[in-house]
Protein backbone atom coordinates (compact mmCIF):
# COMPACT_ATOMS: atom_id res chain seq x y z
CA UNK A 1 0.00 0.00 0.00
CA UNK A 2 1.37 3.89 -0.55
CA UNK A 3 2.25 5.54 1.93
CA UNK A 4 3.39 8.88 3.74
CA UNK A 5 6.86 9.07 4.38
CA UNK A 6 8.13 11.77 6.83
CA UNK A 7 11.59 12.91 7.50
CA UNK A 8 13.09 13.15 10.46
CA UNK A 9 11.88 10.69 12.72
CA UNK A 10 13.40 12.59 15.42
CA UNK A 11 14.40 16.02 15.86
CA UNK A 12 16.03 17.70 18.99
CA UNK A 13 16.50 21.66 19.24
CA UNK A 14 17.26 24.11 21.40
CA UNK A 15 14.24 26.21 22.79
CA UNK A 16 13.76 29.76 19.99
CA UNK A 17 15.45 27.66 17.05
CA UNK A 18 13.86 27.00 14.09
CA UNK A 19 12.50 23.30 12.44
CA UNK A 20 11.22 22.09 9.34
CA UNK A 21 9.87 18.73 9.44
CA UNK A 22 9.43 17.10 6.13
CA UNK A 23 6.73 15.09 4.62
CA UNK A 24 6.41 13.25 1.26
CA UNK A 25 2.23 12.72 0.66
CA UNK A 26 0.71 9.78 -0.99
CA UNK A 27 1.68 11.01 -4.90
CA UNK A 28 -2.17 11.27 -6.40
CA UNK A 29 -3.63 13.23 -2.85
CA UNK A 30 -4.68 16.55 -3.36
CA UNK A 31 -5.21 17.12 0.44
CA UNK A 32 -2.63 17.15 3.31
CA UNK A 33 -2.61 17.88 6.82
CA UNK A 34 -0.31 18.26 10.21
CA UNK A 35 -1.43 16.89 13.53
CA UNK A 36 0.20 16.88 16.52
CA UNK A 37 0.61 14.69 19.84
CA UNK A 38 1.48 15.43 22.79
CA UNK A 39 2.85 12.33 24.90
CA UNK A 40 -0.55 10.70 26.25
CA UNK A 41 -2.59 13.13 25.06
CA UNK A 42 -4.91 13.71 22.31
CA UNK A 43 -4.19 13.97 18.49
CA UNK A 44 -4.78 17.30 17.27
CA UNK A 45 -5.54 19.31 14.70
CA UNK A 46 -2.38 21.73 12.83
CA UNK A 47 -3.64 22.49 9.83
CA UNK A 48 -4.69 21.11 6.19
CA UNK A 49 -3.68 22.32 2.47
CA UNK A 50 -5.40 21.99 -0.42
CA UNK A 51 -4.67 23.39 -3.99
CA UNK A 52 -1.59 25.30 -2.90
CA UNK A 53 -2.98 26.81 0.27
CA UNK A 54 -3.95 26.78 3.74
CA UNK A 55 -7.77 25.74 3.83
CA UNK A 56 -8.10 25.32 7.53
CA UNK A 57 -5.88 25.73 10.57
CA UNK A 58 -6.57 25.12 14.44
CA UNK A 59 -5.90 27.88 16.60
CA UNK A 60 -2.79 25.85 18.09
CA UNK A 61 -1.30 26.96 14.58
CA UNK A 62 -0.28 30.52 15.17
CA UNK A 63 2.27 33.14 13.12
CA UNK A 64 5.00 30.89 14.62
CA UNK A 65 3.88 28.12 12.51
CA UNK A 66 3.96 28.01 8.55
CA UNK A 67 3.77 25.43 5.63
CA UNK A 68 4.32 25.16 2.53
CA UNK A 69 4.38 22.37 -0.84
CA UNK A 70 7.90 23.45 -2.59
CA UNK A 71 7.55 21.07 -5.31
CA UNK A 72 5.48 18.02 -6.54
CA UNK A 73 6.21 16.07 -3.74
CA UNK A 74 6.73 17.49 -0.54
CA UNK A 75 4.76 19.32 2.26
CA UNK A 76 7.11 21.03 4.71
CA UNK A 77 5.98 22.60 8.32
CA UNK A 78 8.14 24.99 9.82
CA UNK A 79 8.10 26.40 13.23
CA UNK A 80 10.48 29.50 12.97
CA UNK A 81 10.93 29.97 16.59
CA UNK A 82 10.50 26.63 19.16
CA UNK A 83 9.13 26.55 22.39
CA UNK A 84 9.00 23.89 25.19
CA UNK A 85 5.46 23.11 24.73
CA UNK A 86 6.07 22.38 20.92
CA UNK A 87 8.07 18.85 21.78
CA UNK A 88 5.26 16.45 20.42
CA UNK A 89 5.05 13.70 17.99
CA UNK A 90 4.20 15.49 14.85
CA UNK A 91 2.02 13.34 12.01
CA UNK A 92 1.53 14.26 8.61
CA UNK A 93 -1.30 13.41 6.61
CA UNK A 94 -2.66 12.88 3.67
CA UNK A 95 -6.11 11.61 1.59
CA UNK A 96 -7.19 11.53 -1.83
CA UNK A 97 -9.75 14.72 -2.98
CA UNK A 98 -13.52 14.80 -3.09
CA UNK A 99 -14.90 12.10 -4.85
CA UNK A 100 -17.92 9.56 -3.79
CA UNK A 101 -15.20 6.55 -2.82
CA UNK A 102 -15.06 5.86 0.76
CA UNK A 103 -11.40 6.07 0.10
CA UNK A 104 -11.72 9.59 -0.10
CA UNK A 105 -12.87 9.59 3.36
CA UNK A 106 -9.38 7.86 4.30
CA UNK A 107 -6.58 10.13 6.23
CA UNK A 108 -2.81 8.17 5.45
CA UNK A 109 -0.93 8.78 8.33
CA UNK A 110 2.86 9.23 8.21
CA UNK A 111 5.34 7.60 11.47
CA UNK A 112 5.64 10.65 12.62
CA UNK A 113 8.84 12.67 13.74
CA UNK A 114 9.16 13.27 17.51
CA UNK A 115 10.36 16.72 17.63
CA UNK A 116 11.78 17.55 21.53
CA UNK A 117 12.36 21.11 22.14
CA UNK A 118 15.53 21.66 25.20
CA UNK B 1 -17.06 23.57 20.09
CA UNK B 2 -16.43 19.77 19.75
CA UNK B 3 -16.71 17.23 22.72
CA UNK B 4 -15.70 13.79 21.87
CA UNK B 5 -15.83 11.00 24.92
CA UNK B 6 -14.62 7.47 25.31
CA UNK B 7 -13.41 5.38 28.00
CA UNK B 8 -9.74 5.77 28.86
CA UNK B 9 -8.64 2.27 29.20
CA UNK B 10 -10.27 -1.06 28.74
CA UNK B 11 -8.82 -4.39 29.32
CA UNK B 12 -9.93 -7.90 27.80
CA UNK B 13 -8.97 -11.08 27.44
CA UNK B 14 -7.78 -13.24 24.18
CA UNK B 15 -10.34 -14.39 21.89
CA UNK B 16 -13.20 -12.55 23.98
CA UNK B 17 -14.92 -9.24 22.62
CA UNK B 18 -14.50 -5.50 23.42
CA UNK B 19 -16.51 -2.52 22.53
CA UNK B 20 -15.41 0.43 22.81
CA UNK B 21 -17.68 3.44 23.14
CA UNK B 22 -17.61 6.76 21.62
CA UNK B 23 -20.10 10.14 22.46
CA UNK B 24 -19.50 13.00 20.31
CA UNK B 25 -21.52 16.67 20.55
CA UNK B 26 -20.58 18.33 17.71
CA UNK B 27 -22.42 20.84 14.76
CA UNK B 28 -22.80 20.07 11.29
CA UNK B 29 -21.44 15.96 12.08
CA UNK B 30 -20.46 14.48 8.61
CA UNK B 31 -18.89 11.19 9.50
CA UNK B 32 -17.02 9.39 12.52
CA UNK B 33 -14.08 7.27 12.11
CA UNK B 34 -12.11 5.47 14.41
CA UNK B 35 -8.30 4.42 13.95
CA UNK B 36 -5.76 2.32 15.54
CA UNK B 37 -2.88 3.26 17.01
CA UNK B 38 0.07 1.60 18.45
CA UNK B 39 2.47 3.09 21.59
CA UNK B 40 5.01 5.60 19.20
CA UNK B 41 3.44 4.55 15.92
CA UNK B 42 0.85 6.43 13.38
CA UNK B 43 -2.52 5.94 13.63
CA UNK B 44 -3.75 3.92 10.77
CA UNK B 45 -7.52 3.80 9.67
CA UNK B 46 -9.81 1.13 10.70
CA UNK B 47 -13.26 2.55 9.94
CA UNK B 48 -16.18 5.14 8.76
CA UNK B 49 -19.36 5.64 9.43
CA UNK B 50 -21.76 8.37 7.96
CA UNK B 51 -25.10 6.91 8.04
CA UNK B 52 -27.19 5.17 11.21
CA UNK B 53 -26.06 1.47 11.40
CA UNK B 54 -23.25 -1.29 11.57
CA UNK B 55 -20.56 -1.48 9.03
CA UNK B 56 -18.61 -4.59 9.70
CA UNK B 57 -15.08 -5.54 8.46
CA UNK B 58 -13.39 -8.66 9.10
CA UNK B 59 -12.74 -8.99 13.54
CA UNK B 60 -14.34 -5.26 13.87
CA UNK B 61 -17.19 -3.34 13.28
CA UNK B 62 -18.60 -0.12 14.09
CA UNK B 63 -21.40 1.24 14.71
CA UNK B 64 -23.15 4.95 14.54
CA UNK B 65 -26.72 6.81 15.63
CA UNK B 66 -26.22 10.13 14.78
CA UNK B 67 -29.39 10.70 16.75
CA UNK B 68 -27.83 9.91 19.96
CA UNK B 69 -24.33 11.10 19.12
CA UNK B 70 -22.97 7.76 19.61
CA UNK B 71 -20.83 5.41 18.10
CA UNK B 72 -19.06 1.72 19.37
CA UNK B 73 -16.66 0.01 17.67
CA UNK B 74 -16.57 -3.57 18.16
CA UNK B 75 -13.80 -6.19 18.21
CA UNK B 76 -14.21 -10.02 18.15
CA UNK B 77 -11.57 -12.30 18.45
CA UNK B 78 -9.48 -10.47 20.40
CA UNK B 79 -5.65 -11.00 19.94
CA UNK B 80 -2.90 -10.04 21.64
CA UNK B 81 -1.49 -7.46 18.61
CA UNK B 82 -5.29 -5.80 18.70
CA UNK B 83 -3.51 -4.45 22.17
CA UNK B 84 -3.67 -0.48 21.47
CA UNK B 85 -5.19 2.49 21.21
CA UNK B 86 -8.60 3.21 19.37
CA UNK B 87 -9.23 6.84 18.46
CA UNK B 88 -13.03 7.96 17.69
CA UNK B 89 -12.77 11.02 15.47
CA UNK B 90 -15.42 13.22 13.38
CA UNK B 91 -15.66 15.12 10.71
CA UNK B 92 -17.53 18.23 10.72
CA UNK B 93 -19.51 19.21 7.06
CA UNK B 94 -17.86 22.61 7.35
CA UNK B 95 -14.36 21.19 7.19
CA UNK B 96 -12.32 21.18 4.33
CA UNK B 97 -11.17 17.80 2.99
CA UNK B 98 -10.93 15.52 5.80
CA UNK B 99 -10.03 17.30 9.12
CA UNK B 100 -10.93 15.28 12.07
CA UNK B 101 -11.43 15.98 15.72
CA UNK B 102 -10.26 12.95 17.64
CA UNK B 103 -11.28 12.11 21.39
CA UNK B 104 -8.63 10.86 23.54
CA UNK B 105 -8.09 7.38 22.47
CA UNK B 106 -9.31 4.28 24.75
CA UNK B 107 -6.48 2.09 25.29
CA UNK B 108 -7.00 -1.91 25.07
CA UNK B 109 -5.14 -4.40 26.82
CA UNK B 110 -5.65 -7.78 25.86
CA UNK B 111 -4.20 -10.07 28.10
CA UNK B 112 -3.67 -13.90 27.61
Known amino acids: EPEVTQTPSHQVTQMGQEVILRCVPI?????FYWYRQILGQKVEFLVS????????KSEIFDDQFSVERPDGSNFTLKIRSTKLEDSAMYFC????????????????FGSGTQLSVL | GQNIDQPTEMTATEGAIVQINCTYQ??????LFWYQQHAGEAPTFLSY????GLEEKGRFSSFLSRSKGYSYLLLKELQMKDSASYLC?????????????FGGGTRVLVKP
Open chain 1, 93 to 108: ASSEGPGRSLTYEKLF
Open chain 1, 27 to 31: SNHLY
Open chain 1, 49 to 56: FYNNEISE
Open chain 2, 26 to 31: TSGFNG
Open chain 2, 49 to 52: NVLD
Open chain 2, 89 to 101: AVKQIKAAGNKLT
